[in-house]
C-alpha cells in the first residue's frame, strides 16, 4: 500500500546550527503534506503544512520543501535550540470525506547544547 | 479555540480486563473524530474514525471498538485486553480543510 517515510530515524544537531528532515512518500495522489512535532509523552503539535501546488513554504523559523518529482519532503528548522528536541512526523493525506491521514514512522531529533 | 480532553493520562491495565477511554472535545461542533494508536518509538496507526453521532468506522482489524454517543464525545473500549494492546491511545479531530488536531494522549500498559 501507499506510505510515507523517514529517511534518518535520529539526528543530532548542535545548537545554532539549521536542522534538516527529510521525508519520501509514494503516493502520488497526496495533495496535502503536513509536519508534526511530538514531545516525549505527549500529542503531536501541528509544524507546518503545504498544498501540492506549493514547492515551498516558509514559517517562523520553520521552511517545508516538497519535490513532487521526486516525492520528496523535508522540514528545515533555522538555528536549532533545545525546544526543538523531539520526533518530527511527516504526513501524507488525500483528503476525502475525512482526512486519512498516513504518518511516516517519524524522526527523532536531538540537539546539542 | 478546540480543545480535547482525553483521561487518564496513564492507565496500567491486566491482561484480560476491560477498557475504556474517554474523549471529549470543546470549541467545536460537528468535528469528525479519530483514535490513533502510536507503538514505542513508532508511528501513528488509525484505529477508528468518526464523521458522526453513531458513526463509527474502523480501519484494522483489532480487539477494540469504538462508539459515538454524543457529537463531543468519542470512547475506545475492549472487552478483554490484550498484551498487544499497550501503546500510547491518541484522540484526534479535525474539520473540513483544516488540519488534524491531537489530544495530549493516554498511555497504556497490559501486564
Known amino acids: 500500500g501507499e506510505s510515507v517515510g523517514l529517511h534518518l530515524p535520529t539526528l543530532s544537531v548542535q545548537e545554532g546550527d539549521n536542522s534538516i528532515i527529510n521525508c519520501a512518500y509514494s503516493?502520488?495522489?497526496?495533495?496535502?503534506f503536513i509536519w508534526y512535532k511530538q514531545e516525549s509523552g505527549k500529542g503531536p503539535q501541528f509544524i507546518i503544512d503545504i498544498r501540492s501546488n506549493m514547492d515551498k513554504r516558509q514559517g517562523q523559523r520553520v521552511t517545508v520543501l516538497l519535490n513532487k518529482t521526486v516525492k520528496h519532503l523535508s522540514l528545515q528548522i533555522a538555528a536549532t535550540q533545545p525546544g526543538d528536541s523531539a520526533v518530527y512526523f511527516c504526513a501524507e493525506t488525500t483528503g476525502g470525506g475525512y482526512q486519512k491521514v498516513t504518518f511516516g514512522t517519524g524522526t527523532k531529533l536531538q540537539v546539542i547544547p | 479555540s478546540q480543545t480535547i480532553h482525553q483521561w487518564p493520562a496513564t492507565l496500567v491495565q491486566p491482561v484480560g480486563s476491560p477498557l475504556s477511554l474517554e474523549c471529549t472535545v470543546e470549541g467545536t461542533s460537528n468535528p469528525n473524530l479519530y483514535w490513533y494508536r502510536q507503538a514505542a518509538g513508532r508511528g501513528l496507526q488509525l484505529l477508528f474514525y468518526?464523521?458522526?453521532?453513531?458513526?463509527i468506522s474502523s480501519e484494522v482489524p483489532q480487539n477494540l471498538s469504538a462508539s459515538r454517543p454524543q457529537d463531543r464525545q468519542f470512547i475506545l473500549s475492549s472487552k478483554k485486553l490484550l498484551l498487544s494492546d499497550s501503546g500510547f491511545y491518541l484522540c484526534a479531530l479535525d474539520r473540513l480543510n483544516e488540519k488534524l488536531f491531537f489530544g495530549s494522549g493516554t498511555q497504556l500498559s497490559v501486564l
Open positions: 503516493n502520488s495522489a497526496s495533495d496535502y
Open positions: 468518526s464523521v458522526g453521532i453513531g458513526q
